[in-house]
């Protein structure tokens, strides 16, 4: 008697058991693949809740010494920071930036004296510093100037690898930038820093909660002439081609899980570490729901990681990177616990 076809194959068998699920799963998170970001502010004994992301705080350099110790015991072992700037720091040029006295660059040599064995991502942008929140140097008309911009962010790049950063990660969408920082950064005896360029990063509504946070959203127009057109893709594998011959060691995309193709488009275009920036609309996004109760916190965000994994990210960097990871210790295989409706932690 012939078996009907449909009945010959049955990819169920595949899944009957934890042991078979388990030795052909394809994609896993592991916590040395995740990044923690951390936003860092003036003074001592400072950790102000963030109200735009829940469960992140503005944390000055001794309050950050003891996440980074917390975050490391969670397995994970690189931090991504960003400075909050206050309103008097702040001018058209965003001169702070390059002030070798910032605040900033202190906080950065301190951590890195406290914990060598940490990877430290400093992001370079004039945003956080600038009066009108734009990423670069304004021109009389109002345009955002690309080449002046470059200037200064070599000598940024300069500032946060003495200060102890490993990586540096330009998150302008300038033009030239990574071919520069390269160069300056060898002038300047730092062969070694690496360099992680924002490759694909696109004018996103995302970005919103991050803005909050750091005071910076642009005080006139959009970013729309640097940033990219979420409607394009083949654009990236310019991006990504770029940077590649310019000399970047890390291609970065960002948002992350709503641009699935483009991380899936440039993993399969380079073979240069891919990561993905899991940004703060999309961790405020299951934040929000989870503390209705109307999401779990740790199994939505899994399975969000996990996706982006799939598509390619080699690693990610999330603001829910430190709970996951503690999350991940505790429990022993978290896709064969179906997700419950129980209230979250949260
Ligand atoms: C600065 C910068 C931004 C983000 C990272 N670096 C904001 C922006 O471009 O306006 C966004 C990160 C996030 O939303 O989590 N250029």
Same mark, same amino acid.
């Given at each position: 008697?012939? !078996?009907?076809?449909?009945? @010959?194959?049955?990819? /169920? ?20 693949? %995740? ?16 109200? $735009?992301?829940? =469960?992140?705080?503005? @944390? ?9 110790? &917390? ?9 991504? %920071?960003?400075?909050?700037?206050? $309103? ?10 390059? =002030?070798?006295? $910032? ?18 991502? !400093? +992001?370079?942008?004039?945003?956080? *510093? !600038? ?39 330009? &998150?302008?969408? #300038? ?18 820093? $690496? ?6 990063? *696109? ?7 991050? /803005? ?6 642009? !005080? ?13 893709? /083949? ?13 970047? +060691?890390?291609? #970065? ?6 641009? @699935? ?5 440039? /993993? ?11 940004? &703060?609309?999309? *961790? ?21 990681? @996990? ?37 979250? &932690?949260?």
């Amino acid at each position: 008697m012939n !078996t009907p076809l449909h009945l @010959l194959k049955r990819p /169920r068998r595949n899944r009957k058991s934890e042991s078979i699920r388990a030795l052909i799963q394809e994609n896993f998170i592991q916590a040395s693949n %995740l990044i923690m970001p951390f936003f860092i502010t003036e003074g001592k004994q400072v950790r102000s809740p963030i109200s $735009s992301l829940p =469960n992140q705080f503005h @944390l000055s350099v001794d309050e950050l010494l003891i996440e980074v110790e &917390s975050i490391l015991i969670s397995g994970i072992g690189t931090v991504i %920071l960003f400075p909050l700037i206050t $309103s008097h720091y702040k001018d058209s040029l965003g001169s702070y930036a390059i =002030n070798p006295k $910032s605040f900033f660059y202190k906080a950065v040599y301190t951590l890195k004296k406290a914990f060598p064995q940490l990877t430290i991502i !400093t +992001d370079i942008a004039l945003d956080p *510093y !600038t009066s009108h929140g734009h990423d670069g140097v304004i021109s009389d008309s109002g345009c955002v100037l690309n080449d002046e911009t470059v200037q200064i962010l070599t000598e940024m790049a300069c500032l946060q690898a003495e200060a102890g950063a490993d990586i540096v990660a330009p &998150s302008d969408m #300038m033009d030239g930038r990574v071919k520069a920082i390269r160069e300056a950064l060898d002038k300047n005896r730092f062969e070694y820093v $690496s360099i992680m360029s924002y490759t694909a990063k *696109y004018a996103s509504a995302f970005y919103k909660p991050f /803005r909050s946070a750091l005071q910076s959203a642009p !005080t006139f127009g959009n970013k729309k002439s640097y940033q990219m057109n979420p409607a394009n893709s /083949r654009e990236a594998l310019i991006e990504a081609k770029l940077d590649e011959e310019e000399g970047a +060691d890390f291609l #970065m995309i960002k948002p992350a899980s709503i641009y @699935l193709d483009i991380i899936q488009k440039i /993993r399969s275009n380079s073979n240069l570490p891919v990561v993905a920036y899991h940004v &703060s609309g999309e *961790y405020a996004m299951i934040k929000a729901a989870a503390q209705r109760g109307w999401l779990d916190f740790e199994h939505t965000l899994f399975e969000t990681l @996990l996706s982006i994994k799939r598509a390619g990210a080699d690693a990610i960097i999330s603001y829910g990177a430190k709970e996951l990871a503690t999350w991940l210790k505790s429990s022993t295989a978290p896709l064969d616990e179906e997700p419950t409706d129980r209230q979250t &932690s949260q």
